[in-house]
């Protein structure tokens, strides 16, 4: 597995406002459907200059 490092743009205060409704929205609609697509919508929309393929690759540690 490759580590890569987690790079958040926090400054912009928008993109955590979407990611909340994504998140939101998907809890909200209580389908019974998978959450993997909201959450990779997430982790697209909080860190977009990561290569599709990193996504869940590998643990990420809260250093």
């Known amino acids: 597995m490759s580590n890569f490092k987690l790079s958040v743009d926090l400054l912009g205060l928008e993109n955590v406002k ?6 939101n929205n998907a809890i909200y609609f209580d389908d019974g459907s998978d959450y993997l697509t909201a959450l990779y ?5 909080l860190n ?4 599709n393929d ?8 809260n250093e």
């Open 18 to 23: 979407k990611a909340y409704a994504i998140a």
């Open 41 to 45: 919508a997430i982790c697209k929309l």
């Open 48 to 51: 977009p200059q990561v290569n």
């Open 54 to 61: 990193q996504i869940g690759s590998s643990f990420i540690d």
